[in-house]
């Protein structure tokens, strides 16, 4: 089965599985299918991780998230364009886009390398579905056209742009065909040559005329040198279950094994009180020194310590920041990805299919500041795609769009799960909680006894008065070990669906 953004997205990786494919070969399908029909959140200029593990196999992480470009000797010639996103009347963020915003994409070597370790069928045959999709286009779903109308400034910012997401002049609305004839003809040209027709030749050249005429610096140079790496995750423990999910040099990942191992020690059965001691925590944890470090070879196993956890729990102050599919076979192989083009950068690269993304101006993915990183080396992340294990097998894949709260995302989920309370839907279903900056978000259905008495502990509350995809964008598969029996769910603030093979 396939948990993902979008019911085709969901159904390309499902066909897959019935045709005798596996779960990363049905991933590849699906991320390939959300190309064209999730484009304002993925794509060929988007970066992700994805993490595999099966009966037969270790788990790994396969990192292929944006790198830092700059080594084609440019000088940025262009400032970020700050763009506020409104989510409602009442929360807006502002997201960087532009030329200068622009970092080298990974998608494509991403999807080569899971396929060369774990696949059984060619890229040809998997590209198929994302190709027609492109090709004859499909109808806007509310959520992508949600997600168009807010991020509207971007998709019209350019001509390029505009030709795809604007052709009369305006926003696609929910019901109307988008169509990427440009993205069909680059998949099917990915299907054919692989990855290098990404990374050599024309197209890296194309990029670099592109972006470095507009004032970025992303190179052909930087393309040639983009390679995706294979990580160890990082593990918790919970309730006798063992969680892997993204190592350093991404954040995301580490924070929601630092919060799991926090609650581990608590011992208490997690409300949203308890819940809010340790997002404050990691909040605390995520300083300079974290930021400066992250990198580091054993960080992670400093970072997780116990003296370190110990001292988070002490604190006399406390308590008391996309889109995600998963796909699992009946052998019990589980692929779990996350793929994120950050908002776009507006940057659409004529003849190529490509929309490159804008990491260099999400703010929490550069703590220390804009156009920091050195040329070559990965952009930080708070994508985690996530697996769950009990006595070595895969009993969960999960992950989440989302931004800074794709971690309070996969972690409340992961938590709905292991209490055994809720089946997998429900556990995506839940109302959710996100602290940041000092203020708690919470969605309709919360306890509101419990948000009361995080108020009279001086805890600053927004009530939501509906669900939203700010809170992220969960999709979960799951597979009982002792019957075999598979389970899912998707995320109805992103549109998520799950398709059975």
């Known amino acids: 089965m396939v948990a993902a953004g979008h019911p085709l997205t969901a159904e390309a990786g499902a066909a897959i599985l019935r045709e005798g494919g596996n779960a990363v070969d049905a991933a590849v399908a699906a991320v390939v299918a959300s190309f064209p029909v999730e484009s304002a959140l993925t794509g060929l200029g988007a970066g992700g991780f ?69 696949g059984s069928v060619p890229m040809d045959e998997l590209v198929g579905a994302g190709v027609g999709l492109a090709r004859e286009g499909s109808p806007l779903n509310s959520q992508q056209a949600y997600v168009l109308r807010i991020l509207e400034p971007i998709y019209t ?5 505009r030709a795809i997401y604007a052709p009369e002049g305006r926003i696609l609305r929910e ?47 930087d393309m040639n040198s983009y390679r995706a790496i294979p990580r160890e995750p990082v593990g918790a423990r919970y309730l006798g279950h063992e969680i892997l999910t993204n190592p350093p040099p991404s954040a995301g990942g580490i924070l929601i094994a630092y919060c799991l191992a926090l609650l581990e020690r608590l011992g208490t059965d997690p409300g949203p009180v308890e819940l809010a001691e340790v997002m404050d925590a990691a909040n605390g944890a995520r300083g300079e020194e974290f930021a400066t470090n992250l990198a580091r070879p054993g960080f992670a196993q400093e970072f997780l310590a116990e003296d ?23 052998a019990g192989l589980c692929a779990s990805v996350t793929c994120s083009n950050g908002t776009g950068s507006g940057m659409v690269v004529p003849g190529t299919g490509i929309h490159l993304n804008n990491m260099l101006g999400e703010e929490d993915l550069n703590p220390l500041g804009f156009h920091r990183a050195a040329p070559g080396t990965r952009v930080s992340s708070m994508m985690s795609p996530t697996l769950v294990l009990s006595g070595g097998e895969v009993v969960a894949g999960l ?20 209490t055994g309370k809720l089946d997998p839907q429900q556990a995506v279903d839940a109302p959710r909680i996100h602290l940041e900056g000092g203020l708690l978000q919470a969605e309709p259905g919360v306890d509101p006894t419990a948000l009361g008495r995080l108020e009279e502990r001086g805890q600053q509350v927004f009530r939501w008065s509906e669900r939203n995809l700010f809170f992220g964008g969960v999709q979960v598969v799951t597979r009982d070990p002792a019957s075999g029996r598979l389970g899912g769910g998707g995320d109805p603030r992103r549109g998520g669906s799950v398709a059975y093979a």
Not at 314 to 323: A, K, M, Q
């Open 50 to 118: 994805m993490v595999v593990k099966g009966p037969d196999c270790d788990a790994v992480v396969i990192d292929f998230f944006v790198a830092a470009p700059g080594q084609g000797g440019h000088e940025l010639g262009e400032e970020l364009v700050p763009v506020p996103v409104h989510f409602d009347a009442s929360t807006t963020q502002i997201f960087n886009a532009g030329a200068a915003s622009c970092g080298v994409p990974g998608t494509a070597a991403g999807l080569e390398m899971a396929l060369d370790r774990f």
């Open 399 to 418: 992950g989440s769009a989302g931004s800074n709260r794709i971690r309070s995302a996969i972690l409340q989920t992961t938590l709905n799960l292991l």
């Open 175 to 221: 019901g109307e065909t988008l169509r990427n004839p440009d993205l069909a003809e680059a998949l099917e040209r990915f299907g054919a040559e692989g990855a290098e027709s990404i990374y050599a030749g024309e197209v890296p050249e194309a990029v670099e005329d592109y972006v470095c005429s507009r004032g970025g610096v992303l190179s052909a140079a």
């Open 308 to 330: 370190s956890l110990r001292r988070a729990l002490e604190r006399p102050d406390r308590l008391g920041s996309t889109t995600h599919l998963a796909a699992m076979d009946e």
């Open 157 to 161: 910012a350019t001509a390029e742009a």
